[in-house]
């Protein structure tokens, strides 16, 4: 079932929500066939409307319970009122890391457009947290805002 077309965004209301970066909450799917749920985290993020990408800033390394990143299945998920409505937008498909060779100029480009603001929930000086960079082309981007019923 489709949603109603008043609750659905266009893209330029879609573009406008998101700017070029904020927060939300990235969710990765499972790689094996158990049963569970997804590891979601919080994350900031900037988003390119020229190419509808978004970009990440990921912790990597030793401290970090992340599943492994690349080619991963993921769904990312940003919220917030406007003008006291709510308005949501979702985007699926699977992360790619931004150094290689087939997109490294590509993002380059689109990093120059984004603003990815630097989350602080690692307990610790983020100059001591190791960040990569990813990108999210999405496959599925949809974005959905209240719709006010006629009285």
Do not use: C
Not at 11 to 21: H, P, S
Not at 61 to 73: C, I, M, T, V
Not at 83 to 108: F, K, P, Q, Y
Request: glycine share 10%; no cysteine.
């Amino acid at each position: 079932m489709s949603a109603p077309d008043a609750v659905v965004m266009d893209e330029a209301e879609r573009d406008e929500f998101l700017g070029d970066g904020g927060v939300g909450v990235l969710s990765f799917g499972t790689d094996t066939d158990e049963a569970g749920p997804p590891h979601s985290i919080p994350v900031s993020y900037g988003y390119d409307e020229q190419e509808a990408v978004f970009y990440f800033r990921l912790a990597v390394g030793s401290d970090s319970n992340k599943p492994p990143l690349e080619h991963r299945a993921v769904t990312f998920v940003t919220y917030d009122t406007v003008d006291g409505d709510w308005r949501s937008v979702v985007a699926s498909g699977e992360l790619e890391e931004t150094t290689d060779n087939g997109i490294a100029t590509e993002t380059l480009e689109g990093l120059s457009r984004v603003g990815i603001p630097l989350m602080d929930v690692f307990g610790q000086p983020t100059a001591d947290v190791q960040f990569e960079f990813y990108r999210l082309s999405p496959t599925e981007l949809t974005g959905r805002k209240e719709s006010s019923p006629e009285v």
